[in-house]
């Protein structure tokens, strides 16, 4: 048996609010022009990205109707994989997509597995 299987509760408990803090700084570049980001057109798809990234990344974080919002997260990056990073090269590490294809994928697995350990809504 895996001996840190013991630590499962808390390590994915600790991925979902890293992912959600980080996510929520991506959108606070794009809304606010913060942590070195640039201000978009809130009525733009980049604007639209800011909104989802900034309010579902601060919901996942704390864990608030986790698995939908996550979801949305998932979908957000999947999309945005396709549209601004694959024209550019076939693969991840060719067009800079990494964090997007990553995040798509922490945000799917939140998704199906919901809120866990230290968060404030029940899945």
């Keep these: 048996m895996n001996p840190l299987k013991r630590l499962e509760p808390t390590a994915y408990a ?16 794009k809304l606010l022009g913060l942590l070195g980001g640039h201000r978009v057109a809130l009525a733009s798809l980049p604007g639209a990205a800011g909104i989802i990234e900034t309010f579902g990344g601060l ?8 698995s939908p919002v996550a979801f949305i997260c998932s ?13 550019r090269g076939t693969l991840p590490i060719q067009n800079a997509g990494e964090p997007a ?7 799917l697995l939140i998704a199906a597995r919901g809120g866990g350990l230290l968060s404030i809504g029940k899945d």
Aim: proline share 2%; charged share 5%.
């Design 14 to 29: 600790l991925l979902r609010i890293a992912a959600g803090l980080l996510f929520a700084c991506h959108g606070l570049q």
């Design 59 to 66: 919901l996942v974080m704390i864990g608030l109707f986790t």
């Design 75 to 87: 979908g957000e990056m999947a999309y945005a994989y396709f549209t601004v990073h694959q024209p």
């Design 101 to 107: 294809v990553l995040f798509c994928f922490i945000f």
